[in-house]
């Protein structure tokens, strides 16, 4: 079983650039399998570990425990990642690097079942550039999770999985794959007219670069403003399609050495290509560039699927693709187009709040102002700020305890000062999406349900209009339960399934339960999509 995620992938990509792609990619991907054409994350917020937590369990954040790349840790007062494990080490990584195991991980995969139904026999291996995307979707119970390390320019993994590297994966390492890369040059693979058609042109003043070494034009030379091999020219390998081709390599040296699909009991390997969203973080999707790494991409894929059917047989092998999620119009092009873009400033949010909380709780004016520290903040360059994380507020419970405040009043007159800020659409209370009052009907409420996590998520969670990005400095970005975030591909080939092109509602989490009933066995404990039954075979 073969899982392939291209990160930050919008279902219209397979559309708007089709015409282009090569033979044996994704248009085998659509010929031969399955592909559902309204495929939408029904969770919010839409970012890299809850969509790669999400696909290989069923499970929403709100079940998976996963609802961010990053939250605040209540009982540490500290940022923590997904997958940052301080009880394990990183093996071939820098020796400042903190170990990532999938501990946070509450809900079981795909892998993890079949290696309960097979006795440990099946073996389950995750692949990404991004730690988060190879452990992720691989699972608790998985033989290893590889992931680029920017520090030494290595595939690394952690002592969660075992104590040293396997041997290949050194041989691997050894010939330094990454550093052949320095100084290289990316071109568009086309003549400049398909993408002056499909994604405009090159440079256009919304598209701002500011990375040393790069910018926003092509060709981009990948040195990362550096003199040699180093963090800074890996990083810059990050933003560059080249790390598709050495995950891609990779992936082929785990089918070999690891001897996956060579018998009778199913393995499982999962590969997440993380090129396309450093790309499109940096240059938005309406850019000559993502196009370019969507292209390339799809060779890549090809080349994997030509590997695996040359050594395990595609009629012998269940395939998954989808991605973790989609991306927006950069803002200040979707403001030029009328769609409304704008960033909306953490400072105004917070300002306008602060005001309304002060005349609810502080009438009288007084010095110091009570109310100051009901919104729970943390210490940065000498300056206190307040949390805000996947567009979450947390709230001081200390503070609101020693001042006698009821919580749910003042949940109340946060979410009220918040919608009066230009920009915010939407804010939900702790309270209101515990007890469940919230609509199931009303798709933003449900995607904001989907998301939350009582032991994780913060007290307030707001959503913005279409098109706004909040305390956001990044060129682009997603995370909204809008279209544009939420539709990617859903496509599932193989053994069991009727090629075609389907326009039922699908969505990433019925992956893990179609995939469970097509190998029989019992689906991952918090599966709660649908089996795409109109596809199967009976
Ligand atoms: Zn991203």
Same mark, same amino acid.
């Given at each position: 079983?073969?899982?392939?995620?291209?990160?930050?992938?919008?279902?219209?990509?397979?559309?708007?650039?089709?015409?282009?792609?090569?033979?044996?990619?994704?248009?085998?991907?659509?010929?031969?399998?399955?592909?559902?054409?309204?495929?939408?994350?029904?969770?919010?917020?839409?970012?890299?570990?809850?969509?790669?937590?999400?696909?290989?369990?069923?499970?929403?954040?709100?079940?998976?425990?996963?609802?961010?790349?990053?939250?605040?840790?209540?009982?540490?007062?500290?940022?923590?990642?997904?997958?940052?494990?301080?009880?394990?080490?990183?093996?071939?990584?820098? #020796?400042?690097?903190?170990?990532?195991?999938?501990?946070?991980?509450?809900?079981?995969?795909?892998?993890?079942?079949?290696?309960?139904?097979?006795?440990?026999?099946?073996?389950?291996?995750?692949?990404?550039?991004?730690?988060?995307?190879?452990?992720?979707?691989?699972?608790?119970?998985?033989?290893?999770?590889?992931?680029?390390?920017?520090?030494?320019?290595?595939?690394?993994?952690?002592?969660?999985?075992?104590?040293?590297?396997?041997?290949?994966?050194?041989?691997?390492?050894?010939?330094?794959?990454?550093?052949?890369?320095?100084?290289?040059?990316?071109?568009?693979?086309?003549?400049?007219?398909?993408?002056?058609?499909?994604?405009?042109?090159?440079?256009?003043?919304?598209?701002?670069?500011?990375?040393?070494?790069?910018?926003?034009?092509?060709?981009?030379?990948?040195?990362?403003?550096?003199?040699?091999?180093?963090?800074?020219?890996?990083?810059?390998?990050?933003?560059?399609?080249?790390?598709?081709?050495?995950?891609?390599?990779?992936?082929?040296?785990?089918?070999?050495?690891?001897?996956?699909?060579?018998?009778?009991?199913?393995?499982?390997?999962?590969?997440?290509?993380?090129?396309?969203?450093?790309?499109?973080?940096?240059?938005?999707?309406?850019?000559?560039?993502?196009?370019?790494?969507?292209?390339?991409?799809?060779?890549?894929?090809?080349?994997?699927?030509?590997?695996?059917?040359?050594?395990?047989?595609?009629?012998?092998?269940?395939?998954?693709?989808?991605?973790?999620?989609?991306?927006?119009?950069?803002?200040?092009?979707?403001?030029?187009?009328?769609?409304?873009?704008?960033?909306?400033?953490?400072?105004?949010?917070?300002?306008?709040?602060?005001?309304?909380?002060?005349?609810?709780?502080?009438?009288?004016?007084?010095?110091?102002?009570?109310?100051?520290?009901?919104?729970?903040?943390?210490?940065?360059?000498?300056?206190?700020?307040?949390?805000?994380?996947?567009?979450?507020?947390?709230?001081?419970?200390?503070?609101?305890?020693?001042?006698?405040?009821?919580?749910?009043?003042?949940?109340?007159?946060?979410?009220?000062?918040?919608?009066?800020?230009?920009?915010?659409?939407?804010?939900?209370?702790?309270?209101?999406?515990?007890?469940?009052?919230?609509?199931?009907?009303?798709?933003?409420?449900?995607?904001?349900?989907?998301?939350?996590? #009582?032991?994780?998520?913060?007290?307030?969670?707001?959503?913005?209009?279409?098109?706004?990005?909040?305390?956001?400095?990044?060129?682009?970005?997603?995370?909204?339960?809008?279209?544009?975030?939420?539709?990617? #591909?859903?496509?599932?080939?193989?053994?069991?399934?009727?090629?075609?092109?389907?326009?039922?509602?699908?969505?990433?989490?019925?992956?893990?339960?179609?995939?469970?009933?097509?190998?029989?066995?019992?689906?991952?404990?918090?599966?709660?999509?649908?089996?795409?039954?109109?596809?199967?075979?009976?």
């Amino acid at each position: 079983m073969l899982l392939i995620v291209v990160d930050q992938f919008r279902y219209d990509y397979l559309e708007r650039f089709g015409d282009l792609f090569v033979a044996n990619g994704f248009r085998r991907l659509m010929r031969d399998g399955a592909s559902w054409t309204q495929s939408n994350y029904d969770h919010m917020p839409t970012y890299t570990a809850p969509g790669h937590g999400t696909m290989m369990t069923g499970a929403y954040p709100a079940e998976s425990g996963i609802i961010g790349n990053e939250w605040l840790d209540r009982a540490s007062g500290k940022r923590i990642t997904s997958v940052t494990d301080e009880s394990v080490k990183v093996l071939g990584g820098g #020796p400042s690097e903190v170990g990532s195991s999938p501990s946070r991980l509450m809900a079981s995969t795909v892998g993890d079942e079949l290696r309960l139904a097979t006795s440990d026999r099946a073996k389950v291996i995750g692949i990404s550039v991004k730690d988060r995307s190879a452990i992720l979707p691989a699972g608790r119970h998985a033989n290893a999770a590889y992931w680029f390390s920017t520090t030494t320019g290595n595939m690394e993994s952690s002592t969660y999985y075992f104590t040293q590297l396997p041997a290949w994966v050194n041989t691997f390492n050894a010939a330094r794959p990454a550093d052949k890369y320095f100084g290289a040059k990316w071109e568009r693979l086309l003549p400049e007219k398909e993408y002056l058609r499909r994604a405009g042109p090159d440079s256009p003043p919304w598209e701002t670069v500011s990375a040393r070494g790069d910018t926003n034009a092509f060709p981009h030379v990948v040195t990362g403003g550096a003199p040699g091999p180093g963090t800074d020219f890996y990083w810059a390998l990050d933003y560059s399609p080249f790390t598709n081709e050495l995950l891609e390599s990779f992936a082929e040296q785990a089918i070999t050495n690891e001897q996956l699909g060579q018998d009778d009991d199913t393995d499982v390997l999962t590969l997440s290509f993380s090129a396309n969203d450093y790309i499109g973080h940096r240059y938005g999707p309406y850019s000559q560039e993502l196009m370019d790494s969507v292209l390339r991409v799809d060779r890549d894929i090809a080349k994997l699927l030509d590997f695996v059917d040359a050594r395990v047989g595609l009629s012998n092998t269940l395939i998954a693709f989808t991605a973790d999620h989609g991306v927006a119009p950069i803002p200040e092009q979707a403001a030029v187009l009328g769609l409304g873009g704008a960033r909306i400033q953490a400072a105004t949010l917070f300002s306008t709040i602060g005001k309304a909380l002060s005349a609810r709780y502080n009438p009288q004016g007084k010095s110091p102002d009570p109310s100051a520290d009901y919104l729970l903040r943390f210490k940065e360059a000498n300056t206190m700020r307040e949390w805000l994380i996947n567009s979450n507020l947390y709230f001081n419970y200390d503070a609101l305890r020693r001042d006698g405040v009821n919580v749910d009043e003042f949940s109340q007159a946060v979410c009220a000062a918040a919608v009066t800020v230009p920009g915010i659409a939407r804010c939900f209370t702790r309270i209101q999406l515990m007890r469940g009052a919230t609509s199931i009907t009303d798709l933003i409420e449900r995607r904001a349900l989907h998301g939350f996590y #009582p032991a994780r998520s913060g007290d307030a969670v707001l959503v913005t209009e279409p098109f706004k990005y909040l305390a956001e400095t990044i060129t682009a970005t997603h995370g909204s339960p809008y279209s544009y975030d939420t539709h990617v #591909p859903t496509i599932i080939m193989g053994p069991g399934v009727n090629a075609g092109r389907y326009l039922e509602a699908a969505a990433p989490t019925d992956i893990a339960p179609t995939l469970s009933a097509l190998l029989r066995i019992t689906p991952p404990s918090n599966s709660t999509g649908r089996v795409l039954i109109e596809a199967l075979k009976k």
